[in-house]
């Protein structure tokens, strides 16, 4: 199974060229820049973390598509981008700078796309009433410019070079509509963690839905988000040293945090991920509600734990077939900087070892 690592796309180019050099010495498989417009915390709140010391303020997010051409050239590490939406970019702006990418980096790019995130959308003005339509929009005019130069209709085209290879498109998908999208335009699919079997009738429309469209089966990647450790025990001890770090369950729907018997700050109708916004909860509350977050409720979406641990988690998705893994790592942003360094300058090498035997 393949490794790839997210970039922190955060602060400075110099933190992500330090990132990548750690990268190439682990022999991650590929790197991703993400694309928020705002980061995962409330600044308010990001004091508490021991990450602020070095990252001092969690909303210093940069543009990705930059990031990609300014280290692209340096590694012959693949750049991918993990993802962007169709809502602040359309189709045929997204073709044109995956294919500038693909040419820009050394190990090829690609364009990972989703139907978008509230926190990214809406503070800034976009319209955030029809994503999975825009999105289905774009990934007809993506795939028509890549494959045949041209739009699918009228006289738009590219003159970008195409022989030498076209980058990747991979989608972020979980409901049956993207998961069809998926499967009729990608070449990969990036979901996050769900169980097992969710996962496999996931996987099953998308195969479905390719073989319909006369397309290979999209590569099946497996985007967890983790927290490394010397064990899961030590996971949990810092979990509780840094209690604001549990406020990563804010990323799952109501309903889960209702069956562990709390109330989600975001209301009783939040999604999760697609509709919290943490900038809108004052900190205040935020501190509060981040010392009675269980542990069971964080492992709902985080995978907690050393490498041999981690690698457990994955392979019953190897079975079901799983490829490659996507670390959305956010160790880095739990332990203070040299704890951080320590901790995955460790793990990781194990982690790329043992999947090799998935």
């Known amino acids: 199974m393949r490794l790839g690592l997210l970039l922190p796309t955060m602060q400075s180019l110099d933190v992500n060229r330090m990132a990548l050099r750690g990268a190439e010495v682990v022999g991650v498989d590929d790197v991703w820049v ?32 930059c990031v990609a051409a300014a280290l692209g050239p340096t590694t012959a590490l693949p750049m991918g981008l993990c993802v962007t939406d169709a809502t602040r970019r359309r189709g045929p702006d997204l073709a044109r700078a995956a294919l500038t990418l693909q040419d820009a980096c050394r190990g090829g790019f690609t364009l990972g796309i989703g139907s978008g995130e509230a926190e990214s959308i809406l503070p800034f003005g976009y319209d955030y009433s029809a994503p999975v339509a825009m999105v289905e929009s774009a990934l007809r005019d993506i795939r028509s410019l890549l494959d045949h130069g041209r739009m699918p209709d009228g006289v738009g085209r590219t003159g970008l070079p195409r022989e030498g290879g076209i980058p990747g498109v991979w989608v972020a998908a979980h409901a049956p509509r993207m998961l069809r999208l998926t499967g009729t335009y990608a070449d990969g ?5 769900s169980p097992v ?6 996987y099953d429309v998308i195969k479905d839905a390719a073989k319909r469209a006369g397309r290979p089966t999209p590569v099946a990647s497996l985007v967890p988000a983790t927290i490394f450790g010397d064990s899961r025990e030590h996971v949990l001890t810092v979990l509780e040293q840094v209690p604001v770090a549990r406020l990563i369950a804010y990323y799952l729907p109501a309903a889960t945090w209702h069956a562990h ?3 989600h ?15 809108t909860i004052p900190a205040e509350q935020l501190i509060e509600i981040a010392a009675r977050i269980p542990v069971e409720l964080v492992e709902e979406l985080v995978w907690l734990g050393n490498a041999e641990e ?20 956010v160790t880095g942003t739990t332990y203070a900087p040299a704890e951080t360094a320590r901790v995955l300058g460790t793990q990781l090498p194990r982690l790329k070892a043992l999947l090799a035997d998935l």
């Not at 697609?274 to 900038?279: A, G, Q, S």
């Open 34 to 65: 993400l694309d928020h417009m705002m980061g995962l915390t409330h600044p308010g709140v990001w004091p508490l973390f021991p990450a602020s010391v070095a990252l001092p303020d969690p909303d210093a997010l940069l543009d990705p598509f």
């Open 310 to 329: 981690i690698a457990a988690r994955i392979a019953p998705y190897a079975e079901v077939g799983t490829t490659h893994l996507m670390l959305g790592d």
């Open 189 to 193: 699919w990036l979901p996050l963690a």
């Open 261 to 263: 018997g709390l109330e």
């Open 197 to 202: 079997d969710r996962y496999r009738a996931q």
């Open 265 to 279: 700050p975001g209301g009783p109708d939040c999604r999760g991920q697609v509709d919290i916004i943490p900038h």
